[in-house]
């Protein structure tokens, strides 16, 4: 094939890209359902409503100009106003776009793209049983928001391009969350080792439940909103931010952790004792903190023995 047939089809080619651009930027997003086909499901993969919980051993899910959100349920589901893969393969629930290419029709030239140009656009809902035993979940994701009744697998990783997440309980051995927004987690278990980075305010923990999150070698940081924090930190800890304050209330007393040398921000708090309070001088964690352009400060909250109680009772009847 000569250089002129080689620069004639490469024109074609960009030519159809541009018509299609311009007719779906004109349209607006939600002519894209209409434009495109609809996914076809891989030789062996199996319909998300069709397998059996104990069938899904991993989640990806990758979508774009997204409302998200990942609830709790009796069966695995997923549905949308846009367009989405979904099935289960080799174990793994693909939801969102995936490596496979959808086809359009656009006056009578056919051609395709892949799906990850196309899925999007709308408001998603993924439901997970609770009793899921999940190896990995993992979450790509690019101007959208993302909404979790929970999270929980043995590695949870989560990458949020401008957009926002909002978990009421997050559960893992390792994790590793980056996201260009807003993060909240109310609750959190992370039992080996963590990085949880936020560009604008992170938020972990609920005041007064400081013993309810629980994180083992664990890294929070924040480029610009500051991080308020109630946990118990365990192993090898880090706090930082780049412009923002640092609002800490960790489990225990000052007691239970140690601290590198103080710089002239961080302010440690002496413990305030409930009258009911459990002793316990048990080494937590090391925890390094810093706060390049704002203040750090650091309180503690204490278990009573009542709310040890509580939580005996708790697990005597979940047992």
């Known amino acids: 094939m000569n250089n002129k047939i080689k620069i004639i089809i490469a024109i074609g080619i960009i030519g159809i890209v541009i018509m299609v651009a311009g007719f779906v930027m004109g349209s607006g997003p939600s002519s894209i359902p209409a434009i495109f086909s609809e996914a076809t499901i891989p030789e062996g993969a199996v319909p998300i409503g069709d397998v059996q919980t104990t069938d899904v051993r991993s989640i990806e899910l990758n979508l774009f100009a997204s409302k998200i959100s990942i609830k709790s349920g009796e069966n695995f589901d997923l549905s949308g106003s846009g367009q989405y893969d979904g099935y289960v393969l080799n174990g793994v629930l693909y939801a969102g776009a995936t490596q496979f290419k959808r086809t359009a029709n656009v006056f009578g030239l056919k051609f395709s793209v892949p799906s ?94 400081a013993m309810d999150s629980t994180m083992s070698n664990t890294t929070l940081s924040n480029k610009h909103g500051g991080i308020t924090l109630y946990a118990k930190l365990m192993g090898s800890a880090s706090l930082q931010t780049s412009r923002g304050n640092i609002e800490a209330a960790l489990a225990g007393t000052k ?4 601290f590198p040398a103080a710089a002239y921000n ?13 002793n316990s001088t048990e080494q937590y964690g090391t925890i390094s903190v810093t706060a390049d352009k704002g203040n750090a400060s650091i309180s503690f909250e204490r278990e009573t023995e009542s709310q040890a109680d509580t939580k005996g009772q708790t697990k005597d009847k979940n047992k």
């Not at 007691?255 to 140690?258: E, F, H, K, L």
């Not at 961080?266 to 459990?278: F, G, N, R, T």
Request: proline share 3%; charged share 15%.
């Open 266 to 278: 961080l302010k440690i708090h002496e413990s305030v004792v409930p009258a009911d309070a459990q």
């Open 116 to 209: 990850k140009w196309v899925c999007g656009y709308g408001s998603y809902v993924l439901v997970i049983p609770p009793n899921a035993k999940l190896d990995q979940i993992t979450i790509n994701t690019n101007r959208s928001d993302v909404t979790c009744d929970a999270l929980v697998a043995s590695q949870v990783n989560i990458n949020i391009k401008n957009g926002d997440l909002s978990a009421d309980k997050l559960t893992a051995d390792t994790a590793s969350i980056n996201v260009d927004g807003t993060t909240s987690i109310a609750s959190s278990e992370i039992t080996r080792n963590g990085n949880i980075a936020s560009n604008n305010r992170l938020l972990v923990g609920t005041s007064g439940s």
């Open 255 to 258: 007691a239970n952790y140690t």
